[in-house]
C-alpha cells in the first residue's frame, strides 16, 4: 500500500511539475469525475457487453483497413454513455427518421447506446479490425430488451474511404482522429450530400449541431 501510495503520488508531482498545478488539477478533476461516471453508471451498463468496452487500446498499422495515418492519434478509449444520451435528446428528433453513425466506432459501446433510441438503423464504421470484431461481439451477444433500434451494423472500413448511405444521418465523431483527417471526413460527408442533393432536388441537405458549449450551427 505504501510503495502505491509513494508511486500515486510522484506521478501527481511529475505532472504539476510538467504542467503547473492549474492544468494538473483540471486533469485530476475530470479523471475524478470520468472514474465517478464508471463507477455510478458506465460499469452497470459494460456488465452488459461481451468485450467490454472501457479501457484504451492504440491499434497497429496491421490491423487498419485503407489509410493509417498518425495511429498514436487513434488511441481508441471509449466516451462515457451519458452524454451522449443527453445529446442525442437534445436534438429533438424524430429519431426513426434518421440514421446513427459513428465514426471511430471502437467496441460498439456508442453505438449500442444510441440503439437506446428508436434510430432507423445504427452504424459504427471502425478501421482496426480487432475492435471492429469485439464490437461485431457485442452487437450480437447485447440484450434485445434495451435496444429501440435493432439495425445495428460494425462496418470495417476506413472513415476516409466510407461512403454514408442514403438518407438523414446523425453523424457522431468523439474525437476519433486528427484534425486534418476530420476535416478530410467531413468533406466528404458533404461532397455526398451534394451529390445526393443533385439526384434528388430539395431532399439533402447537411446540417451540423455543436452540443460541447458551442453555438450551434446549420448549413446547407
Keep these: 500500500m505504501r510503495r502505491r501510495i509513494s508511486e500515486l503520488a ?14 494538473a488539477s483540471k486533469y485530476y478533476v475530470r479523471a475524478s469525475l470520468h472514474g465517478a461516471h464508471y463507477l455510478i453508471y458506465d460499469n452497470r451498463w459494460d456488465r452488459l457487453e461481451s468485450c467490454r468496452t472501457s479501457g484504451a487500446v ?21 466516451m462515457a454513455r451519458l452524454p451522449l444520451i443527453w445529446a442525442l435528446e437534445a436534438l429533438e428528433l424524430d429519431y426513426s427518421q ?22 432507423r438503423e445504427v452504424i459504427g464504421v471502425e478501421f482496426s479490425r480487432p475492435l471492429h470484431e469485439e464490437a461485431c461481439a457485442n452487437i450480437r451477444s447485447y440484450p434485445q430488451e434495451y435496444l429501440a433500434c435493432t439495425d445495428i451494423a460494425s462496418v470495417h472500413d476506413n472513415a476516409l474511404e466510407f461512403d454514408l448511405p442514403d438518407g438523414d444521418w446523425v453523424a457522431f465523431f468523439f474525437n ?11 468533406q ?25 458549449g458551442s453555438p450551434a450551427s446549420t448549413s446547407s
Excluded: C
Design 98 to 119: 434518421f440514421g446513427f453513425v459513428d465514426y471511430g466506432s471502437g467496441r460498439g459501446r456508442l453505438i449500442l447506446t444510441a440503439a437506446r433510441f428508436p434510430f
Design 176 to 186: 476519433p482522429f486528427a484534425e486534418e483527417v476530420l476535416q478530410r471526413v467531413a
Design 10 to 23: 510522484s506521478k501527481v508531482w511529475t505532472r504539476v511539475r510538467r504542467d503547473g498545478l492549474y492544468v
Design 188 to 212: 466528404r460527408i458533404v461532397d455526398s450530400r451534394r451529390g445526393s442533393s443533385r439526384n434528388s432536388p430539395g431532399k439533402a441537405s447537411v446540417r451540423s449541431r455543436f452540443l460541447a
Design 58 to 78: 492504440t491499434p497497429v498499422a496491421s490491423d487498419v483497413v485503407g489509410e493509417a495515418g498518425s495511429l498514436d492519434k487513434a488511441r481508441y478509449q471509449a
